[in-house]
């Protein structure tokens, strides 16, 4: 995780304020808390600690809303708003706040609190930790490969792109149902530019063109001989064909060992490979 996160809770309630300091335990977030019961008290440590999330838990949110827009000036400091029902109908903030309004009445399960918090970091993070760790991962394989060709490098980065933004699509329909509409129509709008980003044809025939230059018919004499192998198939036989390793897949991809595995042995089941004869040296033969 990244570095210790700052919580500041507002509650103007003893028992509320005390299950919300024990729902942010829960938090997997390395994490302080401070917490305020007036207002006043609120804003001052507000604007002199720069906290990195808001919970307000008060018997009326929307005053300390107005003054949070009035006194507080930075827009990115995410506020959780812990609201009845009747509260949640006409809450309202400025547009440009980021705030999440979640029931009250649920605060008493110890994960409902901890979850939501964890979910406003990872979407307030520049990065989600998954990216972060295909990123690692994928920096060492290049530097492992890059003297081979050029393509490796482009393959590495490009299915790195790929599947950090899968990731960050998963992330966003998780947070989907829990944020106000406003958020929704943002969190749409993302989707909507990763899809667009992510063309997953466009991506797959760009590099076709750059491993044909490498190996020309590779991919045709594949196809020829096999043609019931998919895209993905034909996608595994060019990183075994260029001699990665099931980690190196694996942590490119995002996915576990046991999907390698699992992806290796039907493919030679469509190519009619016996059980002992290997699936790599086999494809080094190919057009060789």
Same mark, same amino acid.
């Given at each position: 995780?990244?570095?210790?996160?700052?919580?500041?809770?507002?509650?103007?309630?003893?028992?509320?304020?005390?299950?919300?300091?024990?729902?942010?335990?829960?938090?997997?977030?390395?994490?302080?808390?401070?917490?305020?019961t007036r207002t006043a008290?609120?804003?001052?440590?507000?604007?002199?600690?720069?906290?990195?999330?808001?919970?307000?838990?008060?018997?009326?949110?929307?005053?300390?809303?107005?003054?949070?827009?009035?006194?507080?000036?930075? /827009? +990115?400091? *995410?506020?959780i708003c812990l609201v009845?029902?009747?509260?949640?109908? =006409?809450?309202?903030?400025? $547009? %440009?706040?980021?705030?999440?309004?979640f029931a009250k009445e649920?605060?008493?399960?110890?994960?409902?609190?901890?979850?939501?918090?964890?979910?406003?970091?990872? /979407? +307030?993070? *520049?990065?989600?930790?998954?990216?972060?760790?295909?990123?690692?991962? =994928?920096?060492?394989?290049? $530097? %492992?490969?890059?003297?081979?060709?050029?393509?490796?490098?482009?393959?590495?980065?490009?299915?790195?792109?790929?599947?950090?933004?899968?990731?960050?699509?998963?992330?966003?329909?998780?947070?989907?149902?829990?944020?106000?509409?406003?958020?929704?129509?943002?969190?749409?709008?993302?989707?909507?530019?990763?899809?667009?980003?992510?063309?997953?044809?466009?991506?797959?025939?760009?590099?076709?063109?750059?491993?044909?230059?490498?190996?020309?018919?590779?991919?045709?004499?594949?196809?020829?001989?096999?043609?019931?192998?998919?895209?993905?198939?034909?996608?595994?036989?060019?990183?075994?064909?260029?001699?990665?390793?099931?980690?190196?897949?694996?942590?490119?991809?995002?996915?576990?060992?046991?999907?390698?595995?699992?992806?290796?042995?039907?493919?030679?089941?469509?190519?009619?490979?016996?059980?002992?004869?290997?699936?790599?040296?086999?494809?080094?033969?190919?057009?060789?």
């Amino acid at each position: 995780m990244s570095s210790e996160k700052l919580i500041l809770i507002g509650c103007d309630d003893t028992a509320n304020l005390a299950l919300v300091l024990n729902g942010t335990k829960g938090s997997t977030f390395a994490h302080s808390v401070v917490s305020a019961t007036r207002t006043a008290d609120l804003l001052r440590i507000a604007e002199a600690m720069e906290p990195n999330l808001i919970v307000l838990c008060f018997r009326d949110n929307q005053p300390v809303l107005n003054d949070l827009e009035v006194f507080l000036r930075p /827009l +990115n400091i *995410p506020v959780i708003c812990l609201v009845s029902q009747a509260e949640a109908q =006409t809450l309202v903030w400025n $547009e %440009r706040r980021i705030v999440f309004a979640f029931a009250k009445e649920h605060i008493a399960n110890e994960s409902y609190l901890a979850s939501r918090i964890n979910s406003v970091f990872l /979407l +307030n993070q *520049p990065t989600l930790p998954i990216s972060q760790e295909i990123a690692v991962a =994928t920096e060492k394989i290049v $530097e %492992r490969y890059e003297n081979d060709s050029s393509l490796s490098r482009y393959v590495l980065e490009l299915d790195q792109k790929v599947e950090v933004l899968a990731k960050v699509k998963e992330r966003i329909a998780e947070l989907y149902p829990q944020v106000n509409d406003a958020t929704r129509a943002e969190l749409t709008a993302i989707v909507n530019t990763i899809k667009q980003s992510a063309g997953n044809k466009k991506l797959w025939d760009d590099f076709k063109l750059y491993f044909e230059q490498t190996d020309p018919s590779f991919l045709l004499t594949l196809a020829q001989q096999y043609p019931s192998l998919t895209t993905i198939d034909l996608k595994y036989c060019c990183y075994l064909k260029m001699n990665m390793t099931n980690d190196d897949i694996r942590n490119l991809l995002g996915i576990n060992q046991e999907s390698v595995r699992t992806h290796k042995y039907r493919l030679k089941k469509k190519m009619s490979l016996s059980k002992n004869q290997d699936l790599r040296s086999y494809l080094r033969t190919v057009n060789s």
